[in-house]
Structure formats: C-alpha cells, structure tokens
C-alpha cells in the first residue's frame, strides 16, 4: 500500500523560512511525478509545486514562484517543499500527493499524505 508522510510545518513569523519533507513508501518511486498542494481554511485545496520522475522539471503556483523550491531524492524516497519568505496567506495544511505527471491540476495525482500544517504570523 502507498503511503506518504508529510512532516515539517509549524507555527513561524512572516518572513521566515521553512521546510517541509513528505516521504513516501512506494516501490519505484522515481517513477511518479510527486506535487504539494495546500488548503487555507474556508477555501478549495490548490496546487504549490511539483516536480517530475527525475527532478528535471519543476512547476510552481505564480503566488509562490520564487520563494517556493521543490525538489526530490530518489535514493530515499522522499520530496522537500524549501519555502522562503513566508506570508500570512501561505498559512494552509500542505499535503503531498504521488502521480503521474508533474501537473497544476490534482486529477493527475492517485496517492496523498495526511497534511502537515504551516501557519504565518504576521
């Protein structure tokens, strides 16, 4: 059975740094294209980033373009959101979620992790 285990948020200052990990228990898992997707209390679950099978291609939501760094070990099965510069608004739970292609749209993925939640003061 596929799992992914997110881990990394909490409770930090605007303008701060933060790193989120999600690890995944997946047998060949450099095959998956794997994404972040957050969810803000009050409203609809929207993409962050992703990344594909190898890591060569990367995609980032215009509102985190710049601050927001995905990136992947195949080695160890496990992806890592590096986000910079937080804001109030990227206060979310943030989940990680498996696919097929590294895709803005959450239909391409099949598999996704509890959530960890990132809260910004300001």
């Known amino acids: 059975q596929v799992q992914l285990v997110e881990s990394g948020g909490g409770l930090v200052q605007a303008g701060s740094s933060l790193k989120l990990s999600c690890a995944a228990s997946v047998r060949h898992f450099h095959a998956y294209a794997m994404g972040w997707f957050r969810q803000a209390p009050g409203k609809e679950r929207e993409f962050v980033a992703a990344t594909s099978r190898g890591g060569g291609t990367t995609n980032y939501a215009d509102s985190v373009k710049g601050r927001f760094t995905i990136s992947r070990d195949n080695a160890k099965n496990t992806i890592s959101l590096h986000m910079d510069d937080l804001k109030p608004e990227d206060t979310a739970i943030y989940y990680c979620?498996?696919?097929?292609?590294?895709?803005?749209?959450?239909?391409?993925?099949?598999?996704w992790g509890q959530g960890t939640q990132v809260t910004v003061s300001s």
């Open positions: 979620a498996l696919g097929t292609i590294a895709s803005a749209y959450a239909r391409y993925y099949t598999t």
